[in-house]
C-alpha cells in the first residue's frame, strides 16, 4: 500500500465542475465506505469544501480510486482528468502541509482550512476508513501548520472571504449602515460574514436557516432575526444584500424566487453572494438586471489585495514544510523494514531459547556453572555469527564489496590496517 491524494481545487478547475464533484457533509460517511468497502482503497479520507474536492488515501491501485471518484459521481473518467491533480507519496505529504498551511488556499494564509480538514479527518476516523498511516499523516501535518503559523508571518494583512463580501457590497451601496441583511444558513462561513457585515452596523440583519434553533443563535449573536427557508420567498424582496452558504445540494434561490422579489422592490439592486459549493443560487440569476451575483471564484480578486504583504512569509513557511516532509517520508521508509527487524529479532530469540534450554538442563545434571556458562556464551556467539559469516564466505567477486561495507557499518567494525 502506498500514499496517494488527488483531487481538483480553484485552480485546476472551475466551479461548476468543483460542484459536481463536493461531498455533503452528511453523505461523507457513505462515501467513505463505499471507497474503502470497494477496494478503491484500504484507508481514505475526503477534504470538500467550497474551493476544494481532495482524497487522501492508501492504495496498491491509485487509478482505482480516481475511477472511484468518477463512478461515484456518476462522471466518467475522461470528463474529470483534465482537473485532476494526482500525487503519490512524498508529493502527497508535501500537499497536505501546504494545504493545512493556508498556502494552497485562495486567500493565502487563511487559517479556516485547517478546521476543514480537522474536521475531514474527524469523520473518517467515525467512518472506520483513518488507519494508521492517514492518523499519521495528518497527525504531523497538523504539527506542521502550527508550526507555519506561529513562526512566520503567514496570516498577516489577511483579506477573508467575509472581508471580500463586505468590499464587493460597499462597491454597489454607499453606505451599509443603509442596508437591510440576508444571512441564508448558520455554518461557519456565515458566520464569519456575519461578524464582518454586523460590524458595519446595518438597518437590520435576519438569518434563515433550515432549523430554526440554529438561526436563532446566530441572530442572538449579532442582533439580528431568525426565520425559516420556508419563509424566504415572503422576504427576500426586503432585503438588500444576501449572503448564502448552505450544504444543500439543490439551489436555495430560483431565477423565478429573484425575478417575484425584483418586481416587489421595484428594481432596487440586490446584491448577492453565494459561498456555497454545489451552488445556492441558480446562475440564471446572474442574467437579471439589477442582480449583482459573486461565487466564491468572483471573489479571488478582492482577496488578492493582500496578497503581496504576506509572500515574504511564504518561503519561510515552505522552509518548514520540506523539514517536515522529509521527516515523515523517512519515517515511512523506516515503517518498511519493520518486518524484516521483526523477523530477525525472531530467529535470534528463537537461537538464545534453544541454547538457553541446552544450559538448564546442563546445570540440572550439576554442570559446573563456570563451564555451562562458557559453552551457552560461545554456542550463542556462533549461532549469530553463521549467517553474516557464511555469506561473507560465498559471496561473488561481483558482490563482495557491497556486502563487506554493510557488515562493517552493521556492526561497527575497523579493520585494521
Known amino acids: ?15 461548476n465542475v468543483r460542484e459536481q464533484l463536493a461531498f455533503n457533509v452528511d453523505l461523507m460517511d457513505a462515501a467513505l465506505r463505499d471507497m474503502v468497502g470497494n477496494g478503491a ?3 481514505a479520507t475526503i477534504l470538500s469544501t467550497c474551493n476544494r474536492t481532495e482524497v487522501y488515501c492508501s492504495t496498491s491501485t491509485p487509478e482505482h480510486a480516481v475511477d472511484w471518484l468518477a463512478g461515484y459521481r456518476q462522471l466518467s473518467v475522461s470528463e474529470i482528468k483534465p482537473y485532476i491533480y494526482m500525487l503519490p507519496q512524498e508529493q502527497a ?16 494564509g487563511e487559517p479556516q482550512i485547517l478546521g476543514q480538514m480537522k474536521q475531514a479527518v474527524r469523520q473518517a476516523e467515525e467512518a472506520g476508513t483513518l488507519g494508521f498511516l492517514l492518523h499519521k499523516l495528518f497527525q504531523r501535518t497538523f504539527s506542521v501548520a502550527k508550526d507555519v503559523r506561529t513562526q512566520t508571518e503567514i496570516g498577516a494583512n489577511l483579506v477573508s472571504m467575509a472581508a471580500a463580501a463586505v468590499k464587493l457590497a460597499e462597491r454597489i451601496f454607499p453606505s451599509i449602515a443603509d442596508q437591510r ?35 436563532q443563535a446566530l441572530a442572538r449573536r449579532i442582533d ?7 419563509e424566504l420567498p415572503e422576504q427576500l424582496a426586503q432585503h438588500d444584500i444576501i449572503v448564502s452558504c448552505t450544504a444543500s445540494t439543490l439551489p ?7 425575478e417575484r422579489a425584483l418586481k416587489q422592490r421595484k428594481h432596487r439592486p440586490l446584491f448577492i453572494v453565494d459561498l456555497a459549493v454545489p451552488r445556492d443560487v441558480e446562475r440564471e440569476v446572474a442574467e437579471l438586471e439589477d442582480v449583482f451575483l459573486y461565487t466564491v471564484d468572483d471573489l479571488s480578486e478582492v482577496v488578492r489585495d493582500g496578497l503581496d504583504a504576506r509572500q515574504g512569509a511564504v518561503k ?23 518486518p524484516t527487524i521483526r523477523t530477525l529479532r525472531d530467529h535470534a530469540e528463537r537461537q538464545r531459547r534453544s541454547e538457553m534450554e541446552k544450559a538448564l ?41 557491497a556486502l563487506l561495507d554493510a557488515v562493517h557499518r552493521i556492526y561497527h567494525l575497523h579493520t585494521p590496517e
Do not use: C, Y
Not at 185 to 191: C, D, L, R, V, Y
Open 1 to 15: 500500500m502506498h500514499l496517494f491524494a488527488f483531487g481538483l481545487n480553484h485552480q485546476t478547475a472551475p466551479l
Open 41 to 43: 482503497a484500504k484507508e
Open 93 to 108: 505529504v508535501k500537499h497536505a502541509f501546504r494545504v493545512a498551511s493556508g498556502l494552497d488556499s485562495m486567500v493565502l
Open 181 to 215: 441583511v440576508l444571512f441564508i444558513g448558520a455554518g461557519e462561513m456565515i458566520e464569519l460574514n456575519a461578524v464582518h457585515f454586523a460590524a458595519r452596523n446595518p438597518k437590520h440583519i435576519t438569518v434563515a436557516n433550515r432549523t430554526l434553533d440554529r438561526a
Open 224 to 230: 439580528g432575526h431568525a426565520i425559516t427557508l420556508n
Open 252 to 258: 436555495i434561490l430560483g431565477k423565478g424566487m429573484v
Open 316 to 338: 519561510e513557511a515552505e522552509v518548514i514544510i520540506d523539514s517536515g516532509v522529509n521527516e515523515f517520508i523517512h519515517w515511512m521508509e523506516s515503517r518498511e523494514v519493520v
Open 361 to 401: 538442563r546442563l546445570l540440572a545434571k550439576g554442570e559446573a556453572p563456570e563451564k555451562v556458562l562458557e559453552s551457552f556464551g560461545n554456542a550463542l556467539t556462533n549461532k549469530f555469527l553463521h549467517a553474516p559469516t557464511q555469506a561473507l564466505n560465498q559471496a561473488q567477486a561481483n558482490e563482495r564489496v
